[in-house]
C-alpha cells in the first residue's frame, strides 16, 4: 500500500530547469528521510540528493551539487527536486525513494521506490 509516484520529467535543453515531484501515501511520511536516486542507460543507479525527516540535514551527490536542490513538504507528503544549468550527463530516470530509518545516509536504507520519471537533456 505504499505508493510513490514521480512527476515533472520531460525533455529540456542544455542549460535549462526542471522540477521533478513525487507524491506519497501508505506510510508515516514525516518520519521517513527521502531521496532522489536516477539511473542512465548502461549505468547503475545513483543517488543524487537525499533529505532527512526534518529537513533539517540535505545531501547531495557531487555531481549535481549547486545545481539541484532537494525540498519536502510533510503536509502534502510530497518531495521535491529542482534542477538547474541541466547537462546531457543528466539524463536519466529518475526515482523517488522513502527511507524508513529517517535520515538518509545510506542509499541501503531506501525501501520503498515509484516508478521513475524520464528526464532527458538535449545538447
Known amino acids: 500500500q505504499v505508493q510513490l509516484v514521480e512527476s515533472g520529467g520531460g525533455l529540456v535543453q542544455a542549460g535549462g530547469s526542471l522540477r521533478l515531484s513525487c507524491a506519497t501515501s501508505g506510510f508515516t511520511f514525516s518520519k521517513y528521510a527521502m531521496g532522489w536516486f536516477r539511473q542512465a542507460p548502461g549505468r547503475e543507479r545513483e543517488l543524487v540528493a537525499t533529505?532527512?525527516?526534518?529537513?533539517?540535514?540535505?545531501r547531495y551527490a557531487d555531481s549535481v551539487k549547486g545545481r539541484f536542490t532537494i525540498s519536502r513538504d510533510n503536509a502534502k507528503k510530497s518531495i521535491d527536486l529542482q534542477m538547474s544549468s541541466l547537462k546531457p550527463e543528466d539524463t536519466a530516470v529518475y526515482y523517488c525513494a522513502a527511507d524508513h530509518k529517517g535520515w538518509g545516509r545510506s542509499s541501503s536504507d531506501f525501501n520503498a521506490w515509484g516508478q521513475g520519471t524520464r528526464v532527458t537533456v538535449s545538447s
Open positions: 533529505i532527512s525527516w526534518s529537513s533539517a540535514t540535505t
